[in-house]
Nanobody, 122 residues
């Protein structure tokens, strides 16, 4: 089992910045992926960004050039730096983790944090 604890959400004006953190504990394999998804009211949960333990990143088109995902493998912590925030970024942001047997073969299912609210006012 992997436990994920998020922090850093809040209320910010459009154009502002926030930084989310996600601390993982438990059975996180050497090869793993951590990331962020978000869910706005009435919408499906969607990918924001992911980062592999080796550093490879993936971003949704809607956040490229505004958001940056990073991680500290020694601390098993992932970060999401969100700049130039827009009202449409308002959502509950969920941290996600998944173990991998190797760099490209997943093992088991997804783990999720409890979510943190990000609200961007216009």
């Amino acid at each position: 089992q992997v436990q994920l604890v998020e922090s850093g959400g809040g209320l910010v004006q459009a154009g502002g910045s926030l930084r989310l953190s996600c601390a993982a504990s438990g059975r996180l394999f050497r090869f793993n992926r951590m990331g962020w998804y978000r869910q706005a009211p009435g919408k499906q949960r969607e990918l924001v960004a992911t980062i592999m333990s080796g550093g490879t990143t993936n971003y949704a088109d809607s956040v490229k050039d505004r958001f940056t995902i990073s991680r500290d493998n020694a601390q098993n912590t992932a970060y999401l730096q969100m700049n130039s925030l827009k009202p449409e970024d308002t959502a509950v942001y969920y941290c996600n983790a998944r173990n991998f047997i190797s760099a490209s073969v997943a093992a088991g299912g997804d783990y999720w944090g409890q979510g943190t609210q990000v609200t961007v006012s216009s």
